[in-house]
């Protein structure tokens, strides 16, 4: 029996287009680059760790590995999800990624990678990059070759509160201004089809991958935002963005006292607003802006209290 929330370090990446607003959060940033805050990472481009309790000083693949029951014994090579949070102080590269099936025969066995994004905050005007215009495939690479890329990519206003569902084979990008919380499967497969031309740090232009981007982008593009649907607990709003074969995620707004009980494999809780206390019989947890939180398996009955936000991710 799991009888305590684990809260994790997260894991800092500095990036071409970052920024510095994840000190909103907190958070002691590398430098005014930071573009990735990986929450909940247990790949071997990044591990999170725990800082606290029984488990503390261990990886999530750790976790994984040796203390399978805090996640219902569930079956796998690895930790199904990564989570982060992304400073998009300039527009992010135009990418598109495969599924697992592609992503398996062409990237030495690397998960594909499915993702969706909550805007937690953006510029006024912001957008994404969202899906493209080509009728066919011969269209598409006729478009990509001649760079008629104002014509060929689909371009979306986003405002605070939006959430998007990115499945693979779809062209995406994030637009400049725009902090957003990521759910994806636990890959860093990324296949790059447009970078504005920018040039890395020593001056070479970053490197695409057009000939593998074509062969997985889906067309036409139809991307798909799923039905969201609210409902209120005690002083607990839930609103459910999405439920698919790779993940959930939801939303929690919190404005007092609600109870829950624990009885998924697990809960990934990053807290994006606000703060309050996990109470679970005579313990209490105190949590903050910023504080990244594993619910595991056989947690069971708590209560949150406070005012915050949370997007919670699981299976």
């Known amino acids: 029996m799991a009888t305590e929330p684990l809260f994790f370090e997260p894991i800092f990446k500095e990036r071409i287009w970052g920024g510095n607003a994840l000190t909103s959060f907190g958070y002691d940033i590398p430098s005014e680059r930071t573009g990735e805050c990986w929450a909940f990472a247990a790949h071997q481009n990044g591990q999170s760790v725990v800082q606290n309790g029984t488990y503390n000083g261990l990886t999530l693949s750790e ?164 039905a969201v649907h609210t409902e209120k607990t005690d002083d607990l709003h839930v609103t459910t963005f999405i439920e698919c074969r790779y993940f959930s995620v939801e939303k929690w707004d919190l404005s007092g006292s609600a109870g829950f009980k624990q009885e998924k494999p697990f809960l990934l809780t990053s807290v994006i607003k606000g703060e309050g206390s996990i109470i679970s019989g005579e313990n209490e947890y105190v949590f903050k802006k910023g504080d990244h939180i594993l619910l595991p398996h056989g947690f069971g009955e708590f209560e949150l209290s406070g005012h915050a936000q949370f997007i919670v991710s699981s299976l």
């Open 63 to 226: 976790l994984w590995e040796h203390h399978r029951h805090l996640f219902g014994h569930l079956e796998g090579d690895r930790f199904p999800l990564l989570t982060k949070m992304l400073d998009a102080a300039q527009d992010l590269s135009v990418q598109v990624h495969p599924n697992d099936e592609y992503a398996n025969a062409h990237e030495n066995g690397e998960l594909g990678k499915t993702e969706c994004w909550y805007i937690i905050d953006c510029q006024k005007d912001a957008e994404i990059i969202y899906g493209h215009h080509a009728k066919s495939k011969e269209e598409l690479k006729a478009m990509i070759q001649l760079e008629k890329w104002d014509r060929l990519l689909r371009r979306v206003k986003v405002k605070p509160g939006d959430f998007f569902y990115v499945p693979s084979g779809t062209v995406h990008a994030i637009g400049k201004g725009i902090l957003i919380l990521e759910t994806q499967q636990n890959s860093d497969t990324t296949y790059r089809l447009y970078d504005y031309d920018r040039k890395d740090a020593e001056g070479n232009l970053r490197e695409l991958h057009l000939e593998k981007s074509i062969e997985v982008i889906d067309v036409p593009s139809a991307p798909h935002q799923p």
